[in-house]
């Protein structure tokens, strides 16, 4: 992995801290559906429509074990989309630009800034990232063009057993991010009040699921124009699963 430079400004910690403990937003992760690798788009057990959403996504990429790129693309096939897994890849990435949303007092979210929306109490641009581990790797995650938010196993490999310790860094920006929130089963547990990374963005968690495990992390930065939004709310995947024992 490529060697991370010095701690954010304190302007974007002090963002992070304060703003960490918002409301949860969607997010994105990959996972099996029906024998194939697809994008999910929702929080905990809400699967919602990613066909709809897919002209938000910025970017996307396939990877073998080096970190080199692969040849890949998304493919829709009815409610779903999947993943071109030809070459089979051992890791893939995306990014989404989820846009302006405002909130109102009666807990109402419209997508359209502050400016546009009389009384909204709070108003932010999402952006949303996520990562997907198929195997192994040969050597540590690459920081990946494109993911702003992005968390990183510190060590390889990856636990074998649920309950076992794995360490993370979370990076804004290639730096680390102190202070995100660190939610450890996005899937199964999405209304968990999460964990805070420390002063070098590292936080040590343990794995959840003999499965399917989605980690996320959410990051709060100031705001790109502070005439539409108050903050950029930045949320992060990073998926895996665990084996079972062999049928």
Do not use: C
Request: glycine share 10%; no cysteine.
């Amino acid at each position: 992995m490529k060697k991370t430079g010095k701690v954010l400004t304190s302007a974007a910690i002090v963002a992070g801290v304060l703003f960490s403990s918002g409301a949860q937003a969607h997010g994105f992760w990959f996972a099996q559906r029906a024998n194939q690798l697809a994008m999910v788009f929702g929080v905990g057990a809400d699967d919602l429509d990613v066909v709809k959403r897919l002209p938000k996504i910025t970017s996307f990429g396939a990877y073998d074990e080096d970190g080199q790129e692969v040849p890949t693309r998304l493919v829709t096939q009815g409610a779903l989309v999947t993943v071109d897994v030809d070459n089979q890849p051992a890791f893939v990435a995306a990014a989404m630009d989820y846009g302006i949303w405002s909130k109102t007092a009666d807990g109402k979210w419209h997508n359209k800034g502050k400016d546009e929306v009389p009384g909204a109490i709070i108003s932010e641009h999402n952006y949303k990232y996520g990562v997907h581990l198929r195997r192994e790797l040969n050597g540590p995650l690459p920081l990946l063009p494109g993911q702003t938010l992005q968390i990183v196993p510190v060590k390889a490999p990856l636990p074998l057993r649920a309950g076992q310790p794995l360490k993370l860094r979370v990076l804004y920006k290639g730096q680390p991010a102190p202070g995100a929130q660190v939610l450890t089963d996005w899937v199964n547990d999405p209304d968990q009040k999460g964990l805070k990374t420390g002063k070098d963005g590292t936080i040590t968690i343990k794995v959840r699921n003999q499965g399917l495990n989605v980690i996320v992390a959410v990051f709060k930065s100031p705001a790109e124009d502070p005439a539409k939004t108050n903050q950029v709310e930045n949320l992060a995947s990073l998926s895996f699963v665990l084996p079972h024992e062999p049928e």
